[in-house]
C-alpha cells in the first residue's frame, strides 16, 4: 500500500476512536447531564473526577488514554506499521477528541488521550513523570492542578525522552503529538501562566 495512503488511513481511524468522548458518555449515563456544562466545560478526566465522582474520573482518564494506546497497540501487532503511521494515529485520535464528529466537533483538551501516545512510544519518561510531577505540583505549585499536573507529566515525558536512546521518528512524534495537544490548549496555557505568577490574595 502506498505510504502516503496508509498515514491518511491511520490519522482518519485514529480521528474516528478520538471522537468518542467518554468523559460525556459517563457523565450522561451517571448523572444525565453534559459534562460539556458542568465544572469546567472541559470533557476531560479531570471535570469529571470533580463534577461526577472520583472513580469516573479516574475511568474516564484511562478510556481517554485508551483511545490512543489501543489502535497503536493492534496496528503495531497486526499491521506492523511504521513509526510514524503508528504516530499518526495517536495525533488522529488527539484531533478527535479536540473536534470529535460524533459530539458536533465539541471536545476536549485531550490531555489523557496524548498520554496513551507517550504510553506506547515512551512509557518509562511517562511514569517518571507521574512520580516526580505530581510532588511538584501539590508541594510547590498549589493551584489548577487539574491543569498543571498532566501539563507537567507531558511536557516532562517529552523533554526526558531526547536524552533517552529512542530512534530518531520516535523522538519526532512524542514532539509533534505534543504540539497538536498544546494547540488544543492555546487559550487555557496563558491564563493558567497568569494565574501562576499572580501572588495568592491572603499573601
Keep these: 500500500m502506498n505510504a502516503y495512503l496508509t498515514y491518511i488511513i491511520c490519522l482518519l481511524s485514529g480521528y474516528l476512536t478520538g471522537s468518542i468522548l467518554f468523559a460525556y458518555v459517563i457523565t450522561k449515563l451517571v448523572k444525565g447531564e453534559d459534562i460539556r456544562?458542568?465544572?469546567?466545560?472541559n470533557p476531560g478526566a479531570y471535570n469529571t473526577f470533580k463534577s461526577t465522582g472520583k472513580l469516573w474520573g479516574i475511568l474516564t482518564g484511562l478510556l481517554d488514554s485508551s483511545k490512543a494506546l489501543i489502535p497503536m497497540l493492534l496496528a503495531n501487532y497486526f499491521f506492523d506499521l511504521s513509526t510514524i503511521s503508528l504516530g499518526l494515529i495517536g495525533i488522529g485520535a488527539i484531533i478527535g477528541h479536540g473536534y470529535p464528529l460524533f459530539f458536533n466537533f465539541k471536545g476536549g483538551r485531550a490531555a489523557g488521550t496524548l498520554m496513551g501516545i507517550y504510553l506506547f512510544f515512551i512509557p518509562k519518561e511517562l511514569l517518571i513523570a507521574f512520580i516526580i510531577i505530581p510532588l511538584i505540583v501539590?508541594?510547590?505549585i498549589k493551584k489548577?492542578?487539574?491543569?498543571?499536573?498532566?501539563?507537567?507529566?507531558?511536557?516532562f515525558s517529552?523533554?526526558?525522552?531526547l536524552f533517552f536512546n529512542h530512534p530518531l521518528d520516535v523522538k519526532i512524534m512524542v514532539w509533534a503529538s505534543g504540539i497538536v495537544g498544546l494547540y488544543f490548549n492555546r487559550y487555557f496555557l496563558p491564563t493558567r501562566i497568569k494565574a501562576l505568577l499572580q501572588k495568592d490574595d491572603n499573601q
Design 144 to 155: 489548577s492542578q487539574g491543569f498543571w499536573t498532566p501539563f507537567g507529566i507531558i511536557t
Design 158 to 161: 517529552a523533554i526526558t525522552c
Design 138 to 140: 501539590f508541594s510547590l
Design 37 to 41: 456544562d458542568l465544572g469546567n466545560n
